[in-house]
Structure formats: structure tokens, C-alpha cells
């Protein structure tokens, strides 16, 4: 069995200024995948930034960048220099690399950026 | 860039009622997905659809529920009997391969009344 614990229901940050979502995961598997997915009020799930777990290397994409800490199994989302677009739910989300490979995601944060 | 396509953007539907659910995946992608989310709660695996059966499913798709690819484009969610709690939105997802990412359509809203 797999969990994503997303511990911050919600969250606010003025734009311009840099923010960090938290995300804890427990998994039995040893080669997995973490998404950070972005759900904007179209409700539409849009992927932000991947991770795969047996990389050492955080991943950035753009204002997004991870702190993956997999010894402590904690998959934190930064987002710089924050924009009003960037007002949307987040959900983090975890999927081992088998043939199912179904995802599990956290409960999700509300992040409202502030003008 | 290309996308996963679901119709319809929303449904309202009696209770009792049948219902299908369709989604256009990705073209080269192997791998199928439903989840589903109920409004204000977190996304939920319903099942996982390779080479052209289930390969995977959770507790909440039970007898009611059932998958098909019927033309090697199309893959359909049918929910037999819908219930008051199968009101939410339904995201249809593909992957290339195991360890690629899911990419997801835009949902099907399901208003059960």
C-alpha cells in the first residue's frame, strides 16, 4: 500500500514571493515516480514537475523546483516568484513504476496567491 | 502538444440511470486510467486498463462499473445503475509506459440527481 500526506489544506503567499508546499509519502516500492499536479478552478489537472525517485537530483522546471528527500521520504514543491495564475489546488501524487502504475495522491493545498 | 480528450464536459442523469463516461487517450500511449473526484476531496484511482484488459482496479469500482476500448481509440467508463455519490468529476488519464508520466483529460462532470 502506498499513502501521500499533504499536511497544509491550505496556504497563501504574495505574489512575487516564494512559497513551499509539503508533501510526506510512504511506499514499499523501491523504484517510483512523484508528480506535482496544479488544479486550477477549470478543475483541470495540469502536471507541473515529475521526479523520478532514483535520482539524486532535484528537479526544476521553471519558478518550480522539488526538494526530494528520499531517505525521509518527503517531496517538497517550491514555486518562486509566485503569480496570480498560480492561485489553483496542488496535489502531490506518487506512482511505483509497475504495469498498473495507478497514482495516489494527497489530499491536495489550496494555494491562494495574493496581489 | 498533444492531449486526452473526454466527452461530455458535464452530465446530469437521474438516479438509476445509465451512463458512459468517454475519453480519447493519447495516441502511442499503452496505459488507461479512471479516477475520479468528489467536489472538495482528492483524486481517486478507480482502474487501470493495459493491453486491453483491467489491470488493476480499486474498491470503489465495483459491479456497477466497467471499462472498454471498443475501437482501439476510444475508452469508456459505463456506470450501469448510477447512484446520488457517483456525483463527481471523472478524469480519464493515459500513459506511454510504466514509468512515464499520466496525463489527464480535462474530466467529465457527473451530476447524479
Known amino acids: 500500500a502506498q499513502t501521500v500526506t499533504q499536511s497544509q489544506p491550505e496556504m497563501s503567499v504574495q505574489e512575487a514571493e516564494t512559497v513551499t508546499l509539503s508533501c510526506t509519502y510512504d511506499?514499499?516500492?523501491?523504484?517510483?515516480?512523484l508528480f506535482w499536479y496544479k488544479q486550477p478552478p477549470s478543475r483541470q489537472m495540469i502536471l507541473v514537475i515529475r521526479?523520478?525517485?532514483?535520482?539524486?537530483q532535484n528537479a526544476t522546471e521553471n519558478r518550480f523546483s522539488v526538494n526530494f528527500q528520499k531517505a525521509a521520504k518527503s517531496f517538497s514543491l517550491k514555486i518562486s516568484d509566485s503569480q496570480l495564475g498560480d492561485t489553483a489546488m496542488y496535489f502531490c501524487?506518487?506512482?511505483?513504476?509497475?504495469?498498473?502504475?495507478?497514482?495516489?495522491f494527497g489530499d491536495g493545498t489550496t494555494l491562494t496567491v495574493k496581489p | 502538444e498533444p492531449e486526452v480528450t473526454q466527452t461530455p464536459s458535464h452530465q446530469v442523469t437521474q438516479m438509476g440511470q445509465e451512463v458512459i463516461l468517454r475519453c480519447v487517450p493519447i495516441?502511442?500511449?499503452?496505459?488507461f486510467y479512471w479516477y475520479r473526484q468528489i467536489l472538495g476531496q482528492k483524486v481517486e484511482f478507480l482502474v487501470s486498463?493495459?493491453?486491453?484488459?483491467?489491470?488493476?482496479k480499486s474498491e470503489i469500482f465495483d459491479d456497477q462499473f466497467s471499462v472498454e476500448r471498443p475501437d482501439g481509440s476510444n475508452f469508456t467508463l459505463k456506470i450501469r445503475s448510477t447512484k446520488l455519490e457517483d456525483s463527481a468529476m471523472y478524469f480519464c488519464?493515459?500513459?506511454?509506459?510504466?514509468?512515464?508520466?499520466?496525463?489527464f483529460g480535462e474530466g467529465s462532470w457527473l451530476t447524479v440527481v
Open positions: 495516441s502511442n500511449h499503452l496505459y
Open positions: 521526479q523520478e525517485a532514483y535520482k539524486q
Open positions: 488519464a493515459s500513459s506511454g509506459g510504466p514509468g512515464n508520466t499520466i496525463y
Open positions: 501524487a506518487l506512482r511505483p513504476n509497475t504495469n498498473a502504475g495507478k497514482s495516489t
Open positions: 511506499t514499499s516500492e523501491n523504484n517510483y515516480y
Open positions: 486498463f493495459y493491453n486491453n484488459e483491467i489491470s488493476e
